[in-house]
């Protein structure tokens, strides 16, 4: 077996986590940037093993990025909006293709493929309003299977986390 088919049946299989995989999880989604040092000392464990342990979470696809969360609106991304999107046509191959459009749009942040009226329910941030309405009628409204859309605009984020908790 290959090496890069070795990683992705690890990333499909779902790993046994013990207690202190998982307060490892945990302090790494409070802090990114926290050493293995100092998530020894918290959980009580000799770093050779808390390393050991996260190079393993990683291998096997449990952790699958580290990431620095900004403040949109100070990095003049403070316009959100979530778009329900449904294509007009449904086969495998459209939607490969509106996956990959929508994969090269960098104003989309997070994408979802939902159940229900649409087919997709798309975040998307900008700086304001003007650049949202250019976004949605040249590039959004542009795309080859484009169905509906309907945009809500997110007036206050009342809570928002990345964070898992057990």
């Not at 986590?17 to 000392?41: F, G, H, W, Y």
């Not at 929508?102 to 900008?126: A, R």
Request: net charge neutral; glycine share 4%; proline share 1%.
């Amino acid at each position: 077996m290959k090496k890069n088919e070795q990683k992705e049946e690890s990333a499909m299989t779902i790993p046994n986590l013990d207690k202190n995989d998982l307060a490892i999880l945990r302090l790494l989604q409070q802090n990114a940037r926290i050493t293995v040092k100092e998530i020894s000392e918290k959980i009580h464990l000799s770093t050779t093993p808390v390393h050991e342990r996260i190079k393993r979470l990683e291998q096997s696809g449990v952790i699958k990025q580290y990431a620095t969360l900004l403040d949109h609106a100070k990095v003049r991304k403070g316009l959100m909006v979530i778009c329900y999107v449904s294509l007009k046509e449904h086969s495998k191959n459209a939607g490969v293709k509106f996956i990959k459009t929508i994969n090269e749009l960098n104003e989309v942040v997070e994408c979802y493929n939902i159940s229900g009226e649409f087919d997709f329910m798309l975040k998307v941030v900008e700086e304001n309003m003007d650049s949202y309405y250019d976004f949605h009628v040249n590039r959004l409204s542009q795309i080859e299977n484009m169905g509906n859309v309907q945009s809500v605009f997110v007036m206050g984020i009342i809570k928002q986390t990345h964070q898992l908790v057990w």
